[in-house]
């Protein structure tokens, strides 16, 4: 009889943990993967990647046809409506065949899903719905949730955390998101599109913290362009609901005289974090570290041998791609393997309109590196104003920023405001992971007109051959 049930226990089925457990069954591991929601996928699938990018989708046609916007296309409308239920229907739909579909795989490559949710018992065992199982290797990956805001406390009514957001069953009147992250201007678009007064409250001076200083100060022009009211640099100290209406008290960041504004949504998002409550990870000898992530080595080992962990609940970018690309590599150690992940080329992408993407290093952080080292940088920009498909579909907001190193002219960050720049960030990822210069990319015949070639100017732009401006 086998010493285990199993020879891994994946915990939890999001990008991290599914995608892990199907490549150790494919590697030859008897694998099981626990999971407490009704559906696989986590938070993605079912309530992050998938329904937000379903209702921008929708609600950028939507916008399209109200606005009148395609008016100068020759497209007139009228009478145009919106059936909010069928719009959030449609987004379960997706969802339900993309869940579904993680289900179909498990089968396929037979790997169990336990139901339930799982907490250790040892190193090697963990417990579900009452039931205890054993395994030679055990994987975290349990994801993230909303980081709470102190003294604002989401009522799944009024104050909603992004799970909320996708599912409001009516326009807001007045939505006021706390944080100009990811989340507050991807899902605050949705709603302004529909028809909602947005205000976006952000403690910090400037947006999308993280992200290259002209492509914050830029997507914050766009964004204000579009009706978004942006109000950086201040707090939000309190919220109080009366009936279907909240009233948040704000004062300056740097602190000052207090004010209120009323909404009919709030929606909170300040960031997220990960979930480790309720594993009792002290039965398996794991601690966390001072933002309560579990740390891990090289090979996704924490610091209990044959116990690993993915994804959100690890230090790192809280993307999907990251977690699916460390499940991988991650599945691939306990199978025996090397596995393989580059941490210093992981896409970023904001789906706003435009969106918004980058790789690498931003131009600070690129410029501090340089100047610590005794090295320079060089920066080439292409404006999609002068981009001929841009021209030609009217998309011309944004531009494309290559940073390469100075003496190698390896290219160390790309930073895309364009309408498709989710897609063009891809080009950039290939060309980084080869170890391009900016004079590959210049070289490279790109399809002409594609937004594409406004990568290929930025490119030749570096060392100041753009042609096109
Ligand atoms: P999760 O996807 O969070 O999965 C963890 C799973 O573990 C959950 O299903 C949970 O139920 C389960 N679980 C937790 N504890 C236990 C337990 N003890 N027992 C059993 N099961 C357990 N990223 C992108 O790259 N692109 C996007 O467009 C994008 N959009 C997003 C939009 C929103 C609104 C949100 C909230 C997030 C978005 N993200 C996006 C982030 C992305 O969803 C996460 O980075 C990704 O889901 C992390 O994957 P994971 O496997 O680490 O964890
Ligand atoms: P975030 O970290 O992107 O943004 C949070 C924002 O809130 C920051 O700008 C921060 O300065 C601000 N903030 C923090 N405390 C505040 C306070 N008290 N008052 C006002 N502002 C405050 O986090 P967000 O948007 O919640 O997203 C969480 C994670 O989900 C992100 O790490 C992101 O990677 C992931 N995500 C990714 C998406 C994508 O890839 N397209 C889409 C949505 C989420």
Request: hydrophobic fraction near 45%.
């Amino acid at each position: 009889m086998a010493e285990h049930d199993y020879d891994l226990i994946v915990i939890g089925a999001g990008p991290g943990g599914y995608i892990a457990a199907i490549r150790a069954a494919q590697l030859g591991l008897k694998t099981a993967c626990v999971e407490s929601r009704e559906t696989l996928g986590g938070t993605c699938l079912n309530v992050g990647c998938i329904p937000s990018k379903a209702l921008l989708h929708a609600s950028e046609m939507f916008h399209a046809a109200q606005s009148g916007s395609l008016a100068k296309f020759g497209i007139d409308f009228s009478g145009v409506s919106l059936n909010l239920d069928q719009m959030h229907a449609e987004k379960a739909k997706a969802v339900g065949e993309l869940t579904g579909g993680i289900e179909f795989l498990f089968k396929k490559n037979k790997v169990d899903w336990l139901k339930g949710h799982a907490t250790f018992n040892s190193a090697n065992s963990v417990d579900v719905a009452g039931k205890s199982y054993t395994a030679k290797n055990i994987m975290i990956a349990t994801g993230s949730s909303v980081t709470p805001l102190p003294g604002v406390k989401i009522d799944h009514k009024v104050i909603v955390d992004s799970t909320g957001a996708l599912a409001l069953p009516k326009v807001p009147k007045h939505l006021v998101v706390i944080g100009g992250g990811v989340i507050g201007l991807e899902l605050g678009s949705v709603w302004l599109r529909l028809g909602a007064q947005v205000t976006v409250v952000e403690y910090l001076d400037q947006i999308l913290p993280g992200m290259d200083g002209e492509v914050r100060k830029e997507a914050a022009k766009i964004f204000k362009k579009q009706g978004f009211n942006i109000r950086t640099g201040t707090k939000v100290t309190g919220a109080t609901v009366k009936g279907n209406t909240a009233t948040l008290t704000v004062e300056p960041a740097a602190g000052g005289a207090s004010e209120t504004i009323e909404a009919d949504c709030v929606l909170v998002a300040i960031g997220r974090r990960a979930n480790t409550d309720g594993l009792a990870l002290d039965k398996a000898g794991l601690t966390v570290n001072a933002r309560g992530q579990i740390e891990i080595g090289h090979d996704f080992q924490t610091h209990v041998p044959g116990i690993y962990a993915v994804g959100d609940v690890c230090p790192g970018p809280m993307l999907a791609h990251k977690a699916e690309d460390e499940g991988i590599a991650a599945a691939e150690f306990v199978a025996g393997l090397t596995g393989i992940i580059n941490h210093d080329v992981i896409p970023g992408v904001v789906y706003t309109y435009p969106e918004i993407a980058s790789v690498g290093l931003t131009e600070e952080e690129a410029k501090e590196k340089a100047a610590a080292s005794g090295g320079e940088v060089k920066v080439g920009k292409f404006p999609m104003m002068a981009n001929s498909r841009a021209k030609t579909n009217r998309d011309t907001d944004g531009f494309v920023k290559v940073i390469a190193d100075a003496k190698t002219d390896r290219v160390l960050g790309v930073h895309i405001i364009a309408s498709i720049a989710g897609a063009m960030i891809a080009e950039a990822c290939t060309a980084m992971e080869f170890g391009a210069t900016s004079e590959d990319i210049a070289y490279t015949c790109h399809a002409h007109p594609t937004h594409a070639e406004a990568l290929k100017e930025a490119a030749m732009a570096v060392t100041g051959k753009p042609i096109h401006m």
